[in-house]
C-alpha cells in the first residue's frame, strides 16, 4: 500500500501488542464491558464474554441507526465489536464490511465472527485512507476512536466519500479537541497509537469533511473523565517529558465526539 508511513507502523504495533494482551487503547475503562460506551440492550445482543475487548471512545452504533439490508464501513474495524453489533441490526439481508491494517486484529475479529457464526461480516486488510471498497456500494460508514489517528484525515474523508452511495451517511465517534495540544503531546509518534495525538481541533475536522463533499455536518462533544484522558498520556509517559505537559490544558482540549454527514443524492 502506497499510504504506509512511520505512524502506521507505530499505531499498527501498539494494536498488535493491545490485542495479544487483551488491552484497549486508553486503558481499563475503555475495554470494560460496564464502561457505559455501550447502552445494556446492545450489549446483550452478543454472547457473554463477545464485548470485553473495545478499543473505542464511544459508541457509533446507536449513533447510526441502522437498517435492515444495510451495507455498513467499519473504519478500522479492530477485533470487531462494533461490526457485530452492526451486522446484528442490519439482518441477513444486510452486509457489514470491516476494514483494519493490523493483522492480529484481523485475525481475532474473523476468528469470533466464526465462532458466533455471524455470517454476514466481512473482514478487509488495507488503509482507511486507501479503501479496498467499490465507490457508491456503502450505506453508512461507522468508525470508533481510528480516524482521530490517521495522518492524512482528508484520504480518509475523501475515500468515505467515494465509497458511500448517494444519499449516503457517516456515523462516527472520534477524537477531537477544542484548542492546540501540547506540542509534546503532538509530536510523540508513540502518542498517536495511544488515542490522544492525531486529534484535530473539532473546526478543522469539519473543514476537512467540508472540503470531501460531506454536507448537514453534525459535531457533538462528549467530554472524558480525567480517568480516561490520564490513561492516555500515560501510555507515552517514557516517551514524553511530563513535566512539561499541562495536564489540565489536555482535560479541557480533548474530547469524545458523536459525528454524523451525509454525501449530497
Known amino acids: 500500500m502506497t499510504t504506509n508511513t512511520p505512524i502506521h507502523d507505530v499505531v499498527r504495533e501498539h494494536y498488535a501488542e493491545r490485542i495479544k494482551s487483551n488491552a484497549s487503547c486508553c486503558g481499563d475503562s475503555c475495554s470494560s464491558p460496564d464502561s457505559k460506551l455501550y447502552p ?10 463477545e464485548s470485553a475487548v473495545s478499543y473505542g471512545c464511544g459508541d457509533p452504533i446507536t449513533l447510526a441507526t441502522l437498517q435492515p439490508g444495510q451495507t455498513v464501513l467499519d473504519l478500522g474495524s479492530g477485533a470487531g465489536l462494533d461490526c457485530f453489533f452492526a451486522a446484528k441490526q442490519v439482518g441477513a439481508g444486510g452486509k457489514v464490511i470491516g ?3 493490523t493483522p492480529e486484529m484481523l485475525e481475532r475479529a474473523r476468528s469470533s465472527a466464526k465462532r458466533m457464526n455471524i455470517a454476514n461480516v466481512e473482514f478487509r486488510q488495507g488503509y482507511i485512507e486507501e ?7 456503502v450505506d453508512v460508514v461507522i468508525s470508533n476512536c481510528v480516524i482521530n489517528l490517521s495522518p492524512a484525515k482528508e484520504s480518509v474523508f475523501a475515500e468515505t466519500f467515494r465509497v458511500l ?3 449516503g451517511r457517516l456515523a462516527v ?3 477531537v479537541t477544542d484548542g492546540e495540544l501540547p506540542e509534546a503531546v503532538r509530536k510523540s509518534l508513540s502518542a498517536w497509537a495511544g ?3 492525531g486529534a484535530v481541533e473539532a473546526k478543522e475536522y469539519i473543514g476537512m469533511m467540508e472540503a ?6 453534525s459535531v457533538t462533544p ?6 480516561t484522558v490520564d490513561g492516555a498520556i500515560d501510555e507515552v509517559k517514557d516517551q514524553i517529558d511530563l513535566s512539561a505537559v499541562s495536564r489540565d490544558d489536555i482535560y479541557k482540549a480533548v474530547f469524545s465526539a458523536k459525528i454524523t454527514a451525509y454525501k449530497p443524492v
Open 131 to 137: 479503501l479496498p471498497v467499490d465507490s457508491d456500494t
Open 40 to 49: 445494556v440492550d446492545l450489549l446483550a445482543t452478543l454472547p457473554d464474554g
Open 222 to 227: 462528549v467530554f472524558f473523565d480525567k480517568e
Open 99 to 101: 476494514v483494519d491494517m
Open 195 to 197: 488515542c490522544v495525538a
Open 212 to 217: 470531501a463533499g460531506f454536507t448537514n455536518i
Open 165 to 167: 452511495k448517494p444519499g
Open 173 to 175: 465517534s472520534d477524537i
